[in-house]
């Protein structure tokens, strides 16, 4: 049987685009009655804010098994850091608790390393998250494969 790389993982269908690209993948799968392949489809209604966060979580991934020189959590505290702290400084609160924090932790690597317990992205809205992602996808994508967001329904 083919990889099944990201069919593994549940799959939200929203759109047109959404549903051709996952019948094209189906379609390449090899079959045979001894390795058969599982395909549940259900209804399914699911929050924006979840979608995105999943899109997050699988370009860490992507670009963690692409790249191979950080983890998923290393490309996930790097991106808070590069643009989720930006985005959250415009918060006067966010802003004056990072001030205190990284008075403390003058380098690069003991804020990223902060990042780990910091919540960055959680703290965002919708919108914001779309901007960290645009941020992310336009100089990530630059250098790895990342999940296409259309395929998560998300416009970015």
């Known amino acids: 049987m083919s990889d099944l790389g990201l069919l593994r993982f549940s799959i939200n269908i929203t ?32 929050k924006r804010s979840n979608a995105i966060n999943r899109l997050a979580h699988m370009w860490y991934r992507n670009c963690a098994n692409q790249g191979g020189e ?31 924090l990284t008075a403390g932790f003058p380098t690069y690597e003991e804020q990223v390393e902060l990042m780990q317990y910091l919540p960055v992205t959680s703290l965002m809205t919708n919108a914001e998250m779309s901007s960290y992602l645009t941020h992310f996808k336009n100089l990530m994508g630059q250098h790895y494969d990342l999940v296409d967001p259309k395929l998560e329904g998300i416009e970015l």
């Open 15 to 46: 759109n047109d685009y959404q549903r051709d690209e996952l019948c094209k993948k189906i379609g390449k799968l090899e079959t045979s009655r001894q390795k058969p392949i599982l395909v549940k489809i259900t209804d399914v209604k699911e």
């Open 70 to 100: 950080y983890t998923e959590e290393q490309v996930k505290c790097i991106s808070k850091l590069k643009w989720g702290v930006p985005i959250m400084r415009q918060h006067e609160k966010f802003n004056t608790t990072w001030m205190k």
